[in-house]
């Protein structure tokens, strides 16, 4: 039998592969989108001044795979077997057997 710290590992890990897997599916259903204009200034000759920024590596991309995430963690529960701990997602809270 394992030992109660080694159980603390192993639920972090599986609480890891947990977020990683619902960020796969954030990616996933992610609709394509253009670059991000924040060419919003104009210089003295009237040309607009700053930078494209491309979708998937900006900032707003990281906040709408991020928004949400901990209200779907809700869904998961810690299950218990005798030699291992493993985050489950819940499908039916209703029928959920302990």
């Not at 104009?42 to 998937?56: E, M, P, V």
């Amino acid at each position: 039998m394992l030992s109660p710290l080694s159980h603390a590992v192993d639920d972090k890990c599986a609480a890891c592969k947990a977020v990683a897997g619902e960020l796969e599916i954030g990616l996933s259903r992610e609709k394509p989108r253009n670059h991000l204009d924040m060419r919003h200034r104009l210089d003295s000759k009237g040309q607009r001044q700053g930078k494209l920024i491309d979708y998937r590596i900006s900032e707003l991309r990281v906040v709408d795979l991020l928004d949400g995430l901990c209200d779907k963690m809700q869904d998961y529960t810690l299950r218990i077997f005798p030699d291992s701990h493993e985050w489950y997602k819940v499908g039916n809270w209703d029928n959920l057997v302990t």
